[in-house]
């Protein structure tokens, strides 16, 4: 596999990018996982979040952020003020990297290779939806975004510049999957929800 570079349509937009990442083979994910899960929301969204990559629900419905984890961004991006209409969803890497235990499916934090791999499709989604403030979910999205010297638990919650050329910012916060495993949730939840209203500040 030679990552996902020989995959991108020739013709850049959405709807050809999304239609051209079901066929995606540029790394071995595609394999076990159901479908590819491409990202979601406008074109004209002025916010983008990039995630890990799908989790369980979203490998079966085909769509980023439908999970638990989906819920509680949902509830934060409400409490921020932040519109989901002005919002586009997706993820560094863009198919579900899991081990079987028995019959259950368990998350697997997809490698570096994998998420490089993966690269191209979300820099061609950057291109085509200009945002102008990236939230960057967890550690994996840093490291696809920001370069692996970019430390989360450090640097989050303070805007940076993104580097893509187009004068956005990123704003780094924890994944919402992190809230979930937290021994105290509240105060995780409190942490994602301060982080996006640092992102919600930069825009306007
Ligand atoms: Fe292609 Fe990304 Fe899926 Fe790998 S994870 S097969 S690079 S879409």
Redesign the pocket.
Known sequence: NN??AP?LPDRLDLDSLREA?TR????D??RDATQ?VFGEGPASARFMLVGEQPGDQEDRKGAPFVGPAGRILDRALEEAGIDRDDVYVTNA???FSFVLRGKRRIHQKPTAA?VD??RP?LTAELALVEPEVVVVLGATAARSLLGPAFRVTRQRGQPVPLGDGAGALAVATIHPSAVLRAPDRDAAYAGLLADLLVAAGTVN
Do not use: D, M, P, R
């Not at 995606?24 to 790394?27: D, K, L, V």
């Open positions: 990552g996902a995959f990442a995606c083979e540029g790394c994910l595609y590819t890497v863009k198919h994998e791999a993966c499709w």
